[in-house]
């Protein structure tokens, strides 16, 4: 595992623009940073990111009928006590999911490690499935990359297949709050591999849904039987619209019971259940009351981006990341350091499609807590 330097594309973010990729900047600090990628061999990508992915996944899988059995592993994962039963109806009735991100610290030798799931509305899609492959092809062209050099991406073949197989209804509605740019780019990149796929996609903001005798609705008052929602289950439970969940037919992606996964509780519980597994990490619930000692990290079991994050290095460095995730329970998780670069600190996030390994992404940040801040770097395959 490298890092090389390489020059950038001229002229790169009017192409961006021009196919939609409108946050490669936001607010004025490089998002896309194509100034430089990481190089893995075949046997990295095969053995220590692409395989421990599709098992990790479905480890988590296997957690899910226990935990809906246990009454306390429902409450340790703050799901609200009136969803559990909806819950357990959408486990039962093998609603069907589509995706989701496992972060691993990785530095190219050594199992990987797991800090954290992301299965309800994992972002970086787009820039992952679409733009670093266009990046890798344009840079072949121009001969500066090896023409024999690949990527760990299949991402959007997958999303393709996988809607075009998935048993959804149609129309098949595409949603996310109106503020986020980065969201509607994530949602729209979604949609438009749905209308290839044969589905008929419409968009609709999330604040535009309604509500006519327990069912949600568009804007017309047609009933909404898919939707596709960028915004977390954890959120959606809390909103005022909340009880109509209870009663709506609609089917969602990704289905409540993602919930369950979406949830750095989920860490725990695969550390009780598997406990020495090469790609986890000691993890337990915590309260957020005891002093944190050094070679441990504190999350809130619902966080994104970096906030609310607290870690305490092996030899003593203490960092701490502000936030609004302080209202729910935490776990604390034996420290594993990112790799480094230079100054950049690395993260892996790789994506699976249905149950199958499909690509990954990589981030970097000037600190060991991956933030919003942090910027996106393209890789190759390259033995």
């Given at each position: 595992m490298?890092r090389i330097?390489?020059?950038?594309r001229?002229?790169?973010?009017?192409?961006a623009?021009?196919?939609g990729?409108?946050?490669?900047?936001?607010?004025?600090?490089v998002y896309?940073?194509?100034?430089a990628?990481?190089q893995?061999?075949?046997a990295q990508?095969?053995?220590?990111?692409e395989?421990p992915?599709?098992?990790l996944?479905?480890?988590a899988?296997?957690?899910?009928?226990?935990i809906?059995q246990s009454?306390q592993?429902?409450?340790?994962?703050?799901?609200?006590e009136r969803?559990w039963d909806?819950v357990?109806?959408?486990?039962?009735?093998a609603?069907?999911?589509l995706?989701g991100r496992?972060?691993?610290?990785?530095n190219?030798?050594?199992p990987a490690?797991?800090?954290e799931l992301?299965?309800d509305?994992?972002?970086?899609l787009?820039?992952?499935g679409?733009f670093?492959?266009?990046?890798?092809e344009?840079q072949q062209?121009?001969?500066v990359?090896?023409?024999n050099a690949d990527?760990?991406n299949s991402l959007?073949d997958k999303?393709e297949q996988?809607f075009?197989e998935?048993?959804l209804p149609?129309?098949?509605?595409?949603?996310?709050?109106?503020q986020?740019?980065?969201?509607k780019?994530?949602?729209?990149y979604?949609?438009?591999?749905?209308?290839q796929?044969?589905?008929d996609?419409?968009y609709?903001?999330?604040?535009?849904?309604?509500?006519?005798d327990?069912?949600?609705v568009d804007?017309?008052g047609?009933?909404?039987?898919?939707l596709?929602k960028?915004?977390?289950?954890?959120f959606?439970?809390?909103e005022?619209?909340?009880a109509t969940l209870l009663?709506?037919?609609t089917?969602?992606?990704?289905?409540?019971?993602?919930t369950?996964l979406?949830n750095?509780?989920?860490l725990?519980?695969?550390?009780?259940k598997?406990?020495g597994h090469?790609n986890?990490?000691?993890?337990?619930?915590?309260?957020g009351?005891?002093?944190?000692?050094?070679g441990?990290?504190?999350k809130?079991?619902f966080s994104r981006?970096g906030?609310n994050?607290e870690?305490i290095?092996?030899?003593?460095?203490s960092?701490?990341?502000p936030?609004?995730?302080n209202?729910?329970g935490?776990?604390?998780?034996?420290f594993a350091?990112?790799?480094?670069?230079g100054e950049?600190?690395t993260?892996?996030?790789?994506w699976?499609v249905?149950?199958?390994?499909?690509?990954?992404?990589?981030?970097?940040?000037?600190?060991?807590i991956t933030?919003?801040s942090s910027?996106f770097?393209?890789?190759?395959?390259?033995?």
């Open positions: 490298k330097p390489i020059a950038p001229p002229g790169w973010q009017d192409f623009e021009s196919v990729f409108d946050f490669h900047t936001i607010d004025g600090e896309w940073d194509e100034s990628y990481y893995f061999s075949l990508i095969e053995q220590d990111l395989a992915t599709e098992e996944h479905q480890m899988l296997d957690l899910i009928p226990d809906l009454e592993q429902l409450t340790q994962l703050a799901v609200p969803f909806a357990r109806d959408s486990w039962n009735n609603e069907p999911h995706y496992l972060d691993f610290a990785y190219g030798q050594g490690k797991l800090l992301n299965y509305t994992p972002t970086s787009y820039e992952t679409f670093q492959w266009v990046w890798l344009d062209m121009r001969g990359l090896p023409a990527q760990f959007q999303l996988a075009a998935l048993p149609q129309p098949f509605y595409f949603s996310s709050v109106t986020s740019i980065e969201d780019g994530t949602v729209d979604l949609m438009d591999i749905a209308l796929s044969g589905l996609s419409r609709i903001q999330l604040e535009q849904l309604g509500d006519i327990g069912q949600l804007l017309a047609f009933p909404i039987q898919g596709f960028l915004y977390p289950w954890e959606m439970l809390q005022e619209f909340a009663t709506t037919e089917r969602f992606l990704e289905p409540l019971w993602k369950l979406s750095k509780g989920i725990p519980l695969l550390w009780q598997y406990q090469p986890l990490l000691p993890s337990f619930f915590d309260d009351k005891k002093p944190l000692t050094p441990w990290v504190r809130p079991l981006e906030a994050i870690m290095t092996p030899d003593g460095q960092l701490f990341e936030g609004p995730y209202d729910n935490y776990i604390r998780q034996a350091p990112l790799p480094r670069f950049h600190f993260l892996i996030g790789s699976v249905g149950d199958m390994a499909a690509g990954i992404g990589i981030r970097e940040d000037n600190s060991l933030k919003d910027r770097v393209p890789h190759i395959i390259l033995d």
